[in-house]
Each structure stands twice: as C-alpha cells, then as structure tokens.
C-alpha cells in the first residue's frame, strides 16, 4: 500500500482542519489504519486508530474529544477531522496501515505537517 497525507498546514489555535491520507496499490479495506504523529524533539505517538470497516475507532488521550477518525473505503482514503485545535498539536503527521492486528505496522505515510499558532 502507498499511502499519501496531505491536508497539513499552519492554522490558529482554536481552528480546525482536515488532513487525507490517500492509498493506492492495495485493498485499503483490508487494513487497520492509524494517524500517529511526531512533535520536534518528541517521540512519535499514537493518535487515533480505526478499524477496517471505519465501524470503531480508539483514540489517544491527548486527542480524544477533539478529533475524529473516519474513512471511505470506496475513495480509498482515511481522514482526521481535527478540531479545537491547540500549539501542542504542532507535529507531522503519519498515516499508517497495519494487515494485521497487535503487529507492527505494515505501510506508512510520508508525513503532513500541521502546526497551530498560539
């Protein structure tokens, strides 16, 4: 799977703002899919997984609330609606796939990057 993020940008604190992570090359409904992202000088982290019917999605703590995990199977594309948006939701952001649950993650993404002004 070859997947492409796009949708990142610079946006005010309190805005909001949609990112797409795109797949082609495989059956995008055949997989997990999660958005991590990667603050400068932090460790990646977890931010929302969702399975592969779009039918549940788990989120991190940090986002919970704020964020909302969707994908259309038929476009082939995951989304993260982002709301409320904080400085401290400055990263890159990641899209991945995973085949298989409890396993690493299979494909991933080449990164968007949002950042949130105070």
């Known amino acids: 799977v070859q997947l492409q993020a796009s949708g990142g940008g610079l946006v005010q604190a309190g805005d909001s703002l949609r990112l797409s992570c795109a797949a082609s090359g495989r059956t995008f409904s055949d997989y997990s899919m999660s958005w991590f992202r990667q603050a400068p000088g932090k460790e990646r982290e977890f931010v929302v997984g969702i399975t592969r019917s779009g039918g549940r999605t788990y989120y991190g703590d940090s986002v919970e609330g704020r964020f909302t995990a969707s994908r259309d199977n038929t476009k082939n594309t995951l989304y993260l609606q982002m709301n409320s948006l904080k400085p401290e939701d400055t990263a890159v952001y990641y899209c991945?796939?995973?085949?298989?649950?409890?396993?690493?993650?299979?494909?991933w993404g080449q990164g968007t990057r949002v950042t949130v002004s105070s």
């Open positions: 991945a796939a995973r085949y298989r649950a409890n396993t690493d993650y299979d494909y």
